[in-house]
């Protein structure tokens, strides 16, 4: 701040202790060039006593005046226009203002793009999209940290080495499939059950896959039914009411289960029949398209990333995978196997299929009897004490009609608002302390379902491939014996007359020990380590053929290799395993993927109930018995196996031998069954391939 002073009054003080430039002031009593500094005290002007504390702090400070001589005063002018230059023009920014447009443009676009997806396909595009992130992190995670030694980088390296590389991946992959939902969660399911490939720390993660899955609105549920049946509401549909009307029936609006692709609503018909009603999510069929692909992709990338021929069994997978989120499709199959059922005289009222109702049924809307059993993983509830009576069986058990329904009270509790429950519990025959059950043993519930997936394998090939515990109801006869009810009918194999007879023969010769049929059969389809592949079928370890692989994985522990060079190393012998399995791609019989689930379920289970059968020796029996009874083979091979069926049998008594040898270790508490003894077995040689198995994935 510039001030002028008078008569050699020099400059004042500019803010915060700082001077102006010197003044120019013109002094004509002594006129000289030189310049001449002037100490001189601050002008003193009177003022308020406020500033007399602000005068004392400036007036401490001496200031210089310059003084000078040169000539005349002349005042400031300022400098024309013209000396400052030619105008130059302002920076216009034009590449800050095109990449903002482009960002602007891009957020549009994708805003567009992302609204699209969410109302088109249901996020079917972000879904696959956080599939490729997370499919392509575990698959360099695994590229770069799978080895014996972990790399010396920080930033890359595995500190907890294999075993928290497998945790770590199974983590990410569970939060994708549970966020992503719908198949995802189906084929989470599928991941829980192939213990025989994947290590434990995919196992106990992908156990939680069987909880229920969330439910959709009613509201949702109300526009499928109507996209469904050209427009006509759920009332119009099945003849119900939610207010309660004379001669309707009623309908509850909250599902009883909800699986990864439907949920099942309760209803009651005006004619009186009580109805299970599937209903497929609306999300569903807009996100199939999307899933199939992206698990394609996928998979193509890891099998060349990799070098692991899994890429030829996806399209038959896929396959398979969609046709069970078509329900007509499920309306045939369910009528399928309860025709079989009904013709096979040793299962005949032991094994029950509900029937379709075709006219309540659509491509996503299932109608069906509704069932009331024991879900077959309430063991308490089947073996506790019958306390139903004599002579009486269970409701709905071999056609028995279910108590008829209280309209009064159901009517009563519509009035209370949406959302409440109107069927009937049912649960007279637990007794008034609810202690009671249906009094069954387990060793005939099991029986009957190793009966069941036996016949669908050897003889009728037709064959359920998700026989877990949900989808199988328990039932009590009037004459003690159980009933097995099968529902969920979406997933099936077909097998050829061919490859049905060619897996009989397979079986029969692995119970023999027949070495030679075994190698001649793996053979044609394409299998080179038949050692393995029949340990992977019996699951259990295969005591015949020459056992390469076995010796080479233990010849390789013995080499003084540290721990985590022997982990890495069985699982490379392993990874071989597998491409020994799956040698000839073209050849190899894609319905094995899911037989061998249906297979695995089935040993689950009977494991669950505490090995109560030989199953094993029960399907080997299935096996030669149904090459026996095959109309479609010659007479002379017809009796030539009906022969060897006898033989057969004969021999199998040696292995009930075993069997009750570990029963009754099993009763004295001295040990597990037969199928606990197997299975540890099993984990022990599983171990030499560097795998272990995890078969509590249903536990809880």
Same mark, same amino acid.
């Given at each position: 701040?510039?001030?002028?002073?008078?008569?050699?009054?020099?400059r004042?003080?500019l803010?915060?202790?700082?001077?102006?430039?010197?003044c120019?002031?013109?002094?004509?009593?002594?006129?000289t060039?030189?310049?001449i500094?002037?100490?001189?005290?601050?002008?003193?002007?009177t003022?308020?006593?406020?500033?007399?504390r602000?005068?004392?702090?400036?007036?401490?400070?001496?200031?210089?005046?310059?003084?000078?001589?040169?000539g005349?005063f002349?005042? %400031?002018?300022?400098?024309?226009?013209?000396?400052?230059?030619?105008?130059r023009?302002a920076?216009?920014?034009?590449?800050?203002?095109?990449?903002?447009?482009?960002?602007v443009?891009?957020?549009?676009v994708?805003?567009?793009?992302?609204?699209?997806d969410?109302?088109?396909?249901?996020?079917?595009m972000?879904?696959?999209?956080? #599939?490729?992130?997370?499919?392509?992190l575990?698959a360099?995670?695994?590229?770069?940290?799978?080895?014996?030694?972990?790399?010396?980088?920080?930033?890359?390296?595995?500190?907890?080495?294999i075993?928290?590389?497998?945790?770590?991946?199974?983590?990410?992959?569970?939060?994708l499939l549970?966020e992503?939902?719908?198949?995802?969660?189906?084929?989470?399911?599928?991941?829980?059950?192939?213990?025989?490939i994947?290590?434990p720390?995919?196992?106990?993660?992908?156990a939680?896959?069987f909880?229920?899955a969330?439910?959709?609105?009613?509201s949702?549920?109300?526009?499928?039914i109507?996209?469904d049946?050209?427009?006509?509401?759920?009332?119009?549909?099945?003849g119900?009411?939610f207010?309660?009307?004379?001669?309707?029936?009623?309908?509850?609006?909250?599902?009883?289960?909800?699986?990864?692709? %439907?949920?099942?609503?309760?209803?009651?018909?005006?004619?009186?029949?009580?109805v299970?009603?599937?209903?497929?999510?609306?999300?569903?069929?807009?996100?199939?398209?999307?899933?199939?692909?992206?698990?394609?992709?996928?998979?193509?990338?890891?099998?060349w990333?990799?070098?692991?021929?899994?890429?030829?069994?996806?399209?038959?997978?896929?396959?398979?995978?969609?046709?069970?989120?078509?329900?007509?499709?499920?309306?045939r199959?369910?009528?399928?196997?309860?025709?079989?059922?009904?013709?096979?005289?040793s299962?005949?009222?032991?094994?029950?299929?509900?029937p379709?109702?075709?006219?309540?049924?659509?491509?996503?809307?299932?109608t069906?009897?509704?069932?009331?059993?024991v879900?077959?993983?309430?063991?308490?509830?089947l073996?506790?004490?019958?306390?139903?009576?004599?002579?009486?069986?269970?409701?709905?058990?071999?056609?028995?009609?279910l108590?008829?329904?209280?309209?009064?009270?159901?009517?009563?509790?519509?009035?209370? +608002?949406?959302?409440?429950?109107?069927k009937?519990?049912?649960?007279?025959?637990?007794?008034?302390?609810?202690?009671?059950?249906?009094?069954l043993?387990?060793?005939?519930?099991?029986t #009957?379902?190793v *009966?069941?997936f036996?016949?669908q /394998?050897?003889?009728?090939?037709?064959?359920?491939?998700d026989?877990?515990?949900?989808? /199988?109801?328990?039932?009590?006869?009037?004459?003690?014996?159980?009933?097995?009810?099968?529902i969920d009918h979406?997933?099936?194999?077909?097998m050829?007359d061919?490859?049905?007879?060619?897996? +009989?023969?397979?079986?029969?010769?692995?119970?023999t020990?027949?070495? *030679?049929?075994?190698?001649?059969?793996?053979?044609?389809?394409?299998?080179?380590?038949?050692?393995?592949?029949a340990s992977?079928?019996?699951l259990?370890?295969?005591?015949?053929?020459e056992?390469?692989?076995?010796?080479?994985?233990?010849?390789?522990?013995? *080499?003084?290799?540290?721990?985590?060079?022997?982990?890495y190393?069985m699982?490379?012998?392993m990874k071989?395993?597998?491409?020994?399995v799956?040698?000839?791609e073209?050849?190899?019989?894609?319905?094995?993927?899911? /037989?061998?689930?249906?297979?695995?379920?089935?040993?689950?289970?009977?494991q669950?109930?505490?090995?109560?059968?030989?199953?094993?020796?029960?399907?080997?029996?299935?096996?030669?018995r149904?090459?026996?009874q095959?109309?479609?083979?010659?007479?002379?091979?017809?009796?030539?196996?009906?022969?060897?069926?006898?033989?057969?049998?004969?021999?199998?008594?040696?292995s009930?031998?075993?069997?009750?040898?570990f029963?009754?270790?099993?009763?004295?508490?001295?040990?597990?069954g037969m199928?606990d003894?197997?299975?540890e077995?099993?984990?022990?040689?599983?171990k030499?391939?560097?795998?272990?198995?995890?078969?509590?994935?249903?536990?809880?």
């Amino acid at each position: 701040m510039w001030r002028l002073c008078k008569a050699g009054v020099g400059r004042t003080p500019l803010s915060r202790g700082r001077f102006s430039a010197p003044c120019a002031v013109t002094a004509t009593a002594a006129p000289t060039s030189r310049t001449i500094p002037v100490q001189t005290p601050l002008p003193r002007r009177t003022s308020s006593p406020h500033d007399h504390r602000r005068r004392r702090l400036l007036s401490a400070t001496p200031h210089r005046t310059f003084i000078s001589h040169s000539g005349p005063f002349s005042p %400031a002018v300022p400098p024309p226009p013209s000396s400052l230059g030619a105008p130059r023009p302002a920076r216009a920014f034009r590449r800050t203002r095109r990449w903002g447009r482009r960002l602007v443009i891009l957020a549009v676009v994708l805003s567009a793009v992302w609204a699209a997806d969410r109302r088109l396909w249901s996020s079917g595009m972000a879904r696959s999209l956080r #599939t490729f992130g997370v499919g392509l992190l575990v698959a360099a995670d695994y590229k770069l940290n799978f080895r014996a030694e972990p790399l010396p980088l920080p930033w890359v390296g595995c500190p907890g080495g294999i075993p928290e590389l497998h945790r770590r991946s199974a983590e990410r992959l569970f939060d994708l499939l549970r966020e992503n939902g719908g198949l995802y969660l189906k084929i989470g399911q599928a991941i829980a059950m192939q213990s025989a490939i994947l290590p434990p720390e995919f196992q106990r993660m992908f156990a939680r896959m069987f909880d229920d899955a969330p439910q959709d609105s009613w509201s949702e549920v109300e526009q499928v039914i109507r996209d469904d049946f050209g427009g006509r509401s759920v009332e119009e549909v099945f003849g119900v009411s939610f207010s309660g009307e004379e001669g309707k029936g009623v309908m509850e609006t909250t599902a009883r289960a909800s699986a990864s692709v %439907a949920q099942v609503h309760w209803a009651r018909l005006p004619d009186g029949r009580e109805v299970a009603v599937k209903i497929q999510k609306p999300e569903i069929a807009k996100q199939i398209g999307w899933d199939l692909w992206a698990f394609r992709v996928v998979m193509r990338a890891y099998t060349w990333w990799f070098d692991l021929p899994l890429y030829s069994l996806v399209p038959f997978i896929s396959e398979r995978l969609e046709l069970e989120t078509d329900f007509e499709n499920e309306a045939r199959n369910s009528e399928r196997m309860r025709e079989l059922v009904s013709q096979e005289p040793s299962l005949r009222g032991r094994v029950y299929v509900p029937p379709v109702y075709p006219e309540l049924s659509s491509k996503r809307v299932l109608t069906t009897e509704w069932i009331e059993g024991v879900r077959l993983w309430d063991k308490e509830a089947l073996t506790a004490p019958w306390l139903g009576g004599w002579g009486r069986g269970s409701m709905g058990a071999r056609g028995a009609p279910l108590d008829p329904l209280d309209v009064d009270a159901v009517r009563d509790k519509l009035r209370e +608002g949406p959302g409440v429950r109107l069927k009937p519990e049912r649960q007279e025959w637990r007794g008034r302390r609810g202690r009671g059950g249906l009094g069954l043993s387990t060793k005939e519930v099991m029986t #009957t379902m190793v *009966d069941l997936f036996s016949a669908q /394998i050897f003889k009728w090939g037709v064959v359920h491939c998700d026989p877990h515990p949900g989808n /199988i109801f328990i039932r009590r006869l009037p004459n003690g014996l159980p009933e097995l009810v099968l529902i969920d009918h979406g997933l099936y194999v077909y097998m050829s007359d061919k490859f049905r007879r060619e897996y +009989g023969e397979f079986w029969k010769a692995l119970m023999t020990f027949d070495n *030679d049929k075994i190698a001649a059969i793996t053979r044609e389809w394409g299998i080179q380590a038949a050692d393995l592949f029949a340990s992977v079928t019996l699951l259990r370890p295969y005591e015949g053929g020459e056992q390469h692989l076995q010796r080479d994985v233990l010849a390789a522990l013995r *080499d003084g290799k540290t721990a985590s060079q022997k982990h890495y190393e069985m699982q490379q012998r392993m990874k071989q395993g597998i491409r020994d399995v799956l040698a000839d791609e073209d050849r190899w019989p894609k319905e094995l993927v899911f /037989i061998g689930r249906n297979m695995r379920i089935v040993q689950a289970n009977n494991q669950y109930m505490g090995s109560p059968v030989n199953r094993i020796k029960r399907m080997g029996q299935w096996a030669s018995r149904s090459l026996s009874q095959d109309r479609g083979l010659p007479l002379r091979l017809r009796v030539a196996n009906a022969w060897h069926h006898l033989v057969f049998s004969a021999v199998l008594l040696l292995s009930d031998v075993a069997f009750y040898f570990f029963r009754l270790r099993q009763l004295l508490g001295l040990g597990g069954g037969m199928e606990d003894e197997v299975e540890e077995r099993l984990k022990e040689v599983a171990k030499e391939f560097g795998v272990e198995l995890q078969h509590d994935v249903f536990a809880g």
